[in-house]
């Protein structure tokens, strides 16, 4: 059992932490001792307190973050959960051309968030911008601060980064949501500055529910990691 806190550089919202960042510290957990051919699916039950203790339990079968009552839950998954989820990708220049489309530029619910935030200057500060076919696109050049030990992006900060890009998606002034599951497949790690793009696209809804994927390019084109993603329609001032 690992104690960990949530430090406000990771929120979402205001007052609680980011949903891909948090789902990514269960989910990456559960991918390292899981069956062989599963991916991660997290679901986060409240919204995730930040600087609160919290405990991280995982084997096999499952993982669970809990402080006061349970935050979040995993459970591995077949890889045919993620067997819609690769966006097809645009070039750099077309994705960085989206971005100046994004709508978190004018009227953002969160604008603190750790990944599409522009107010977080520790963040991310992804600027998914539609591309007026259902999918988003935007690039990313990850920190050098986001390395881990072995020198390539920390798996978490790719959870974080395929977070956004599916929520952009959504039409967020008609349908404000935040994260409730997600499930993800890291299939190679970038090194830190390397150019990457992000997509994201709309699966469909159901009821207020909304289903997005998203998907994570090299600068070669090559899929890093994708996932799948539901969303909860909430009102935004519950959160702030």
């Not at 077309?94 to 978190?104: C, D, F, I, V």
């Not at 998914?128 to 696109?137: F, M, S, V, Y």
Request: net charge negative; proline share 10%.
């Amino acid at each position: 059992m690992t104690t960990m806190r949530i430090a406000p550089r990771f929120r979402g919202p205001a007052k609680s932490g980011n949903g891909g960042y948090v789902a990514g510290l269960v989910g990456t957990a559960l991918a390292a001792v899981a069956p062989a051919d599963t991916v991660p699916r997290v679901r986060l039950l409240v919204p995730p307190p930040m600087e609160t203790d919290l405990e991280l339990s995982v084997d096999p079968s499952g993982a669970k973050l809990a402080g006061s009552t349970p935050v979040a839950e995993g459970v591995p998954v077949s890889l045919d959960t993620l067997a819609d989820a690769t966006v097809d990708p645009v070039g750099p220049d077309e994705a960085l051309a989206a971005e100046a489309k994004y709508r978190g530029l004018v009227d953002h619910p969160f604008p603190g968030c750790f990944v599409c935030g522009l107010e977080n200057h520790e963040g991310l500060q992804l600027k998914p911008g539609p591309l007026g076919d259902g999918r988003t696109a935007c690039t990313w050049h990850p920190a050098a601060d986001l390395a881990a030990s072995d020198r390539l992006v920390d798996p978490v900060y790719l959870w974080s980064a395929l977070d956004c890009p599916g929520g952009w998606a959504i039409d967020l002034e008609g349908r404000p949501s935040v994260l409730g599951q997600m499930t993800a497949c890291i299939d190679a790690r970038p090194r830190p500055g390397e150019p990457c793009v992000v997509m994201g696209r709309v699966l469909g809804e159901d009821g207020r529910k909304t289903h997005t994927a998203s998907t994570l390019y090299d600068s070669d084109g090559r899929v890093l990691a994708r996932a799948r993603h539901t969303w909860i329609l909430v009102d935004p001032a519950l959160f702030n």
